[in-house]
């Protein structure tokens, strides 16, 4: 590659040369950013405060959905922690079906892990606390730590504003 | 805390032992002294004076501890006023803790004493939670000894006596935990130091007292946090979400959450059980068994004692026995140990399974045509008698009685285990029988076996005398056996004693005497069958053993050392309610809120517990009193019960407050009480009984409708209720009070569909309303209405209708045409009564 470029440099600019290089092409629309982003649309899709901020907020309008320690300096564990909560994250999605409000935020305190979750009302209440029982010991012990799920339920989803 | 401050120089040197010391087996131990000293590992061991002692002899009476004076460097001096070291005390009259702050002469060294003994005592008192150890001077600072506390320092002073020297080897041996830096203590003295120490001595002999060491358990910091919260009027149990939606509102929802969660969790278990493979690995550090599947398969294959014995640790009890028959038949011998592991088993689960769901899952796998009809009968027998028996009933022949016959040698083992399992599954005599036999082969039972024996008693015999000399009968052969009773067992003859009638009465003040001489301290289960026995079914309570017994109960807090102890607070609270005494009661929650004792009572047992005290309280409490309880208990630390709200509104009725009861019944309507009859019918003779003012009013009519409401069909699958005639009449009243014409009309029209009359008040109600709301239409109706029923009041209602209402023409004309066959039936009407309920 080195010797290709060195190659090119020679030869005038005029003059295309079917390069065995690969040249990067940076162009302004492809710079966009589009991660955790809800595009402006005709207004009539409601989205919740977490959504309608994009992640360059966080810290500043957002907290963190996810707490723990992995992440300090000489900590370890980081990366068991994302892979963690993703798979928590889609547990949840699957377990309860269609009731998520929101994200849920995964707090860690030692190795007590509490998952607190924002729900809708569409399953009555006895059986949300069979779900909740069922989660909390299958995700104990598959992560052999204490699980705890903290739920609140609010009655529609509730949006920050429409895009 | 006083922390006496030491002077700089002060040292002990090591010097040769004087004749101050005698035969010091402390001299070669002084470092373990000092490790023993200044570690004190929470003994508590309190920081004196150096002292030096000129007499010639150490008094065997010593004081717990001992701080050690290091020499005096800056480390010593570090190690004396913070931990200190270990020093000697010696105490010249005795009960005084003698502090002359004598300097250590000729660098003799002081021996730790019974330091030893005392940081021994303390280090044991410690461990069995911070009693006092002995010695008459400590006790005036420290805490009130407990009784132990003085039996040790009786103890301590018999050992002072003569072997101080050994209990401080002892004790020193234990602990030498000291960090031997190396300047904390030396061994020679230096003369300045005792220069200045001699000055010291002149001080005189005053006397200090100093505060032990306060030692703090690991919990404490936390404990004390928790003091400082108060309970949370409005929030559920710990184990419901702390969610308006997710609230139980009422006792049955509580227990249907509950059970909800629960049912998610065996869910999970199941999963768990039958995918153990996502499951076991182990990354936790130190691994955490309980999160881990359960391996409930047995690893060892074939037919052999070991398979055997693994499938009893399993509790498989039906392999377990074909393995044993297996075994039996393959000739091979089984043990005498494994044989009596199998018989336990047997008889503990009474030949039924460990799991019901077991049970029906075999089921289908069983061949053996015996087993399979046994086992058959026993699920359906444990839902006849589940309230009974702790399990599926004995029946004749069944696998414990088969493998103990064909046994070719039992020992006294086998015989106890059969006697329990008999008695636990409700063959008494059997078991007395057995109890014969073991007695004939001359073999020893033990105290278990004595207990269940002693449970059986009531079902052995029928007359009150019998049952008690049967009881003493067995106690007797207990003490020729030389089998030293326990709790458990003056527990079950208080149990027998419950059916023994008025001997039982008498008895049971003995049999409390015995434990006490005994030294065995009562749990709550002897309280509790106590209770039962004095005031279970007797009206007028011959003695006041409720007050002693909760003067007992408040002081302390108790453990779990019985299964009965759990009914305690609900039968003492029963017995509370039946005697009619608050004060009892309050003191009964002043006892609950001792330490563990809340333990006790689990959410259905609290449940019952807190109903009765509120039904006390509402009987016997001022209305304010009565409300604050129920804001703050109500749907918190219990449910009301329909009758706790049927008080509570006898309570309103009683203090002329009835302007509560809308609020009343929007907490009914939460409880999911606003169908029941009784309280219907409570609610609205309540509400329509007197006139009140005109808020007041409309707040009833709206709860008349809510409840009219309940009585009209809505949604699919309510079955609405049927009226009554007074509930209907009340609405009625309720209605036209609050200027509801129309309402109530309509109301009126219910009476014909349910074939009732309404009363004169009713009607006179009605009137009065049409009047003040100007309908003269209704008036009409209502006449009509009255003369087509053949009331005696309807001349007196038309004839009122006309004076009273400005009457149209066609009114007039209207009411005039208004028939009523009521003069022949006139005396008719009057035996047919109008007030009919």
């Known amino acids: 590659m080195a010797a290709a470029a060195r190659g090119l440099r020679g030869l005038p600019r005029a003059l295309s040369v079917p390069s065995a290089a690969r040249q990067l092409h940076c162009s302004a629309v492809c710079l966009k950013a589009r991660a955790a982003r809800v595009r402006a649309g005709k207004g009539d899709k409601a989205v919740t405060y977490e959504q309608a901020h994009a992640p360059h907020h966080i810290g500043h309008r957002k907290g963190w959905l996810s707490l723990h320690t992995g992440n300090l300096r000489g900590e370890a564990g980081a990366a068991q922690r994302a892979l963690e909560d993703a798979f928590l994250r889609r547990f949840l999605a699957g377990t309860f079906p ?64 429409y895009l | 805390m006083y922390k006496p401050r030491l002077p700089p120089s002060r040292r002990l040197g090591h010097g040769p032992t004087g004749p101050h010391v005698p035969a010091c087996p402390a001299a070669g131990r002084r470092k373990a002294a000092v490790g023993c000293g200044a570690r004190h590992a929470g003994t508590g061991s309190t920081r004196h004076h150096p002292h030096s002692s000129a007499r010639s002899h150490m008094e065997p009476h010593l004081i717990s501890s001992a701080v050690y004076m290091p020499k005096d460097t ?17 105490q010249s009259p005795p009960g005084r803790l003698q502090l002359p702050l004598e300097a250590p002469r000729h660098g003799q060294h002081h021996a730790v004493l019974a330091v030893g003994r005392g940081v021994g005592r303390a280090g044991r008192y410690h461990r069995r939670g911070g009693a006092v150890p002995a010695s008459p001077p400590l006790e005036e600072w420290c805490r009130p000894p407990a009784q132990r506390a003085e039996r040790g320092a009786m103890a301590a002073r018999r050992v002072g006596a003569g072997c101080w020297q050994r209990a401080l080897g002892l004790s020193l041996s234990r602990r030498c935990r000291l960090p031997r830096g190396p300047d904390s203590y030396r061994s020679s003295s230096s003369s300045p130091a005792l220069g200045k120490t001699v000055d010291n001595s002149q001080v005189t ?24 919260v108060k309970r949370d009027p409005t929030a559920a149990h710990y184990m419901f979400q702390d969610d308006p939606f997710l609230m139980p509102r009422n006792a049955a929802n509580s227990r249907l959450y509950s059970l909800s969660k629960e049912s998610g969790r065996n869910a999970a278990k199941y999963i768990i059980k039958n995918f153990p493979q996502y499951f076991d690995k182990t990354f936790a550090e130190p691994n955490i068994p309980c999160l881990m599947p359960e391996t409930l398969t047995p690893q060892t294959e074939g037919v052999s004692e070991e398979a055997l014995r693994e499938r009893i640790h399993l509790r498989m009890v039906k392999e377990s026995v074909d393995m044993f028959d297996q075994l039996l038949q393959a000739g091979t011998p089984v043990s005498l140990e494994t044989t009596n592991s199998l018989l336990d088993l047997v008889c503990f689960y009474g030949d039924g399974e460990p799991t019901p769901e077991k049970e029906q899952e075999e089921k289908g796998d069983l061949e053996e045509s015996g087993v399979n009809a046994s086992e058959q009968k026993a699920p359906k027998r444990q839902f ?151 005031y279970k ?224 008040r009713v009607m006179d109600e009605f009137l009065n309303c049409a009047k003040q709301t100007n309908c003269p239409d209704e008036a009409i109706r209502m006449v009509k209405l009255a003369a087509s029923l053949g009331l005696p009041l309807s001349q007196k209602l038309k004839s009122r209708t006309e004076e009273e209402f400005e009457l149209s023409e066609t009114q007039k004309k209207a009411l005039e045409s208004i028939k009523w066959d009521g003069d022949s039936s006139d005396s008719d009407s009057d035996s047919s009564d109008s007030d009919r309920e």
């Open chain 1, 98 to 161: 269609g009731l998520l409000a929101d994200e849920a935020v995964l707090k860690r305190r030692g190795n007590l892990l509490v998952v607190c979750a924002l729900l809708g009302r569409a399953l009555p209440p006895h059986k949300l606390y069979f779900l909740l029982g069922y989660a909390e010991t299958l995700l104990g012990t598959f992560y052999k730590c204490p699980v705890r799920l903290e739920l609140q339920t609010v009655p529609a989803r509730v949006p920050y504003k």
């Open chain 2, 74 to 90: 800056p480390t010593s001096r570090r190690h004396g006023t913070t931990l200190g070291g270990l020093m000697a005390i010696e």
């Open chain 2, 205 to 228: 002999q005053e006397e200090i007292v100093l505060p032990r060491r306060k030692t703090w358990d690991k919990l404490a910091v936390l404990q004390t946090l928790a003091s400082t």
């Open chain 2, 384 to 534: 006849q008698r589940g309230s009974q028996s702790s399990g599926p009933r004995w029946r004749e022949n069944n696998h414990a009685e088969r493998i103990f016959k064909i046994m070719p040698e039992k020992n006294a083992h086998s015989y106890c285990t059969m006697i329990r399992g008999m008695v636990k599954h409700g063959a008494y005599s059997k078991a007395y029988d057995m109890y014969i036999d073991l007695l004939n082969e001359r073999h020893k039972a033990d105290v278990h076996t004595f207990n269940a024996l002693i449970r059986a008693v009531p079902y052995l015999k029928e007359r009150f005398v019998e049952r008690w000399e049967l009881t003493k009968d067995l106690l007797t052969h207990m003490a020729q056996q030389k089998v030293q009773p326990t709790l458990l067992t003056f527990n079950s003859v208080l149990k027998s004693l419950r059916r023994c009638g008025g001997v039982g009465r008498t008895m049971s003040l003995f049999v409390l005497k015995e434990m006490e001489a005994l030294d065995i301290e009562p749990s709550l289960a002897s309280y509790e069958h106590l209770l039962s026995v004095h």
């Open chain 2, 537 to 760: 079914g007797v009206d007028a309570p011959s003695s006041d053993i409720i007050s002693e017994v909760l003067n007992e109960v408040e002081n302390r807090s108790f453990t779990a050392q019985d299964p009965d102890d759990a009914n305690f607070f609900t039968t003492a609270m029963q017995v509370c309610c039946d005697l009619k005494d608050i004060k009892l009661a309050y003191q009964l929650n002043k006892a609950l809120e001792k330490g563990d004792n809340w333990k006790f009572l689990d959410v259905d047992r609290s449940n019952g517990y807190w109903s009765k005290f509120f039904s006390l309280l509402c009987m016997m409490e001022q209305i304010e009193v009565v409300l604050k309880w129920y804001k703050e208990t109500s749907s918190s630390l219990f449910y009301p019960s329909p009758k706790n709200i049927l008080d509570l509104l006898q309570a309103l009725d009683a203090a002329n407050q009835l302007e509560m009861i809308p609020s009343v019944w929007e907490d009914v309507k939460q409880l999911g009480f606003s169908r029941r009859q009784d309280l219907l019918e409570e609610f609205l003779s309540l509400m329509s009984r007197d006139q009140h003012p005109s808020e007041i009013q409309q707040a009833f009519a709206k709860c008349a409708e809510e409840i009219k409401a309940v009585h009209e069909p809505a949604g699919p699958g309510q079955v609405p209720l049927e009226w009554t005639g007074s509930a209907l009449g009340h609405v009625v009243v309720l209605f036209s009070r609050a200027g509801r014409t129309q309402d109530a009309w309509n109301m009126m029209e219910h009476f014909q569909k349910i074939n009732r009359i309404p009363t004169d």
